[in-house]
């Protein structure tokens, strides 16, 4: 803060287990990637390489090292291990995120069908080397997962060796825990947040009112991603009250007389 005012809410501190913040990088170059962590590490935990773009990114290494040395923990898409294992390359799945000396690995089956107990079984071999992230939630519109499966599904994956669980939404915020017009379907966020620590659960959010949604319903220090790398800053000040939308959520009941 540059400049203290009251009634700030409290945020986590780096390294954080509640109130993550995930970038994602769909393809900033070396310059952009330096820019970023220049104005946004401190309020960033994780960046993720989109989808596959970790195949094709030019300088991987060297973002790679920018992003540590900036504090941040970068590691490839669950998209990414889906490529290599439809193609029957798991160990050189493993090899590659060895030789980037990334130190988290995403599982997901997102993009294609799996049996739940072979994704469990990659989250505990994976386990052993690096720190695991898994995603719940299909990308294809239209995929139906019941609400029961999903909240089970996070729990073994929990229990399985995932260090957090992402709740799929895309970086369009139309499938998965948001319906196809972005809003939130609660009926299904409602019985995750029961059965679920929120500690252990990452909201992908790309969208600003999707944000403000969550941080009005879970506080400032839930977990959010699949953030723009120049929304990450704007985030940060939704989860202070910065911003309009939270204005007035952190300020006490006195202050709500003013309220337009």
Known sequence: MNFYLPHIPDRTGRPRESGLTMMMDKGLSIREAEDFVSSSADFTDLVKFGFGTALITSGLEEKISLYKEGGLIPYFGGTLFELFEIRGKFDEFRRFIERYKVEMAEVSDGSMAMPHDEKLEYIRKLSSQVTVISEVGSKVAGVEIPNDQWVAMMQNELKAGSWKVIAEARESGTVGIYRRDGSA????????????????????????????????????????????????????????????????????????????
């Open 185 to 260: 379907n609660t009926e299904l966020i409602n019985e995750i947040i029961e059965q679920v620590n929120m500690d252990n659960v990452l909201w992908e959010a790309p969208v600003k009112n999707q944000q403000a949604w969550f941080i009005k319903l879970l506080g400032s220090n839930v977990n959010l991603g699949n953030i723009a790398p120049n929304e990450v800053v704007s985030l940060e000040s939704l989860r202070l009250g910065l911003r309009g939308d939270t204005f007035f959520d952190f300020l006490p009941e006195s202050f709500h007389d003013r309220k337009l």
